[in-house]
């Protein structure tokens, strides 16, 4: 079975631009959390969605939107790009919500210049 | 306010020894504990996981360590092989809420052929 996909893998923006970030479940997995993983960090929570409602947010600026669609895929788009941003955003599947072993996708490494 | 701390940092064993990561986390809520392993370039993976009702879980080489009056839980590698090089992180998540994973800050770990 297919993992959890990532799209693009890799992206350079400029300041104040806006990016799109995709993100497609393992197959019968309805949870996905987007994390922020800056170089030498563990990832840092942002969101995560269950049956394309919102069901957490972690403390980032209100620059930072998700959604999930339909099929359970999701998308997090983050506006007026700041250099800070510059990180590896992955996104982690699983089957449920609460204490549901989560799996994670190889990121989009997001370089901000 | 860093909820789970890691230990150590970095950590260079010779190959066949045993690699021990210690994790300390502050909430009480938390009732799950994963640990993660990552290559270079790729996402986190999932290791192995333990709940607090327990105070050890072994899957293969890989030993969870769980000492819930010191909030403390570590993680046992035996036969360390090169191939185990890698970061590892901790993470802690609480019951019933998003599915929020709190991350250590990660062990680089390095197996010496």
């Known amino acids: 079975d297919a993992g959890v996909t990532q799209s693009p893998t890799h992206l350079i923006k400029t300041r104040g631009q806006h990016v799109t970030l995709r993100c497609s479940p393992i197959?019968?997995?309805?949870?996905v959390s987007w994390y922020q993983q800056v170089l030498g960090q563990g990832p840092q929570f942002i969101f995560q969605?269950?049956?394309?409602?919102?069901?957490g947010r972690g403390n980032f600026p209100d620059r930072f939107s998700a959604r999930q669609f339909p099929n359970y895929s999701s998308e997090l788009n983050v506006n007026a790009l700041l250099l800070g941003d510059s990180a590896l955003y992955l996104c982690?599947?699983?089957?449920?919500?609460?204490?549901?072993?989560?799996?994670f996708g190889d990121g989009t490494r997001l370089s901000i210049l | 306010q860093q909820q789970v701390k890691q230990s150590p940092q970095s950590l260079i064993v010779q190959k066949g020894g045993i690699s021990i990561i210690n994790c300390a986390y502050e909430?009480?809520?938390?009732?799950?504990f994963p640990w993660y392993q990552q290559f270079p370039g790729k996402g986190p993976a999932l290791l192995i996981a333990?709940?607090?009702?327990?105070s050890e879980k072994k899957e293969g080489r890989f030993t969870i360590s769980f000492n819930k009056s010191a909030k403390q839980f570590s993680l046992h590698i035996m036969d360390s092989q090169p191939g185990d090089s890698a970061t590892y992180f901790c993470?802690?998540?609480?019951?019933?809420?998003?599915?929020?994973?709190?991350f250590g800050k990660g062990t680089k770990l390095t197996v010496n052929p």
């Open positions: 982690a599947s699983s089957r449920a919500r609460g204490n549901q072993p989560q799996h």
């Open positions: 197959s019968g997995h309805k949870s």
């Open positions: 969605y269950y049956e394309k409602e919102e069901r």
């Open positions: 909430n009480t809520a938390f009732d799950y």
């Open positions: 333990i709940r607090p009702d327990v």
């Open positions: 993470a802690a998540e609480t019951q019933g809420g998003s599915e929020k994973l709190v």
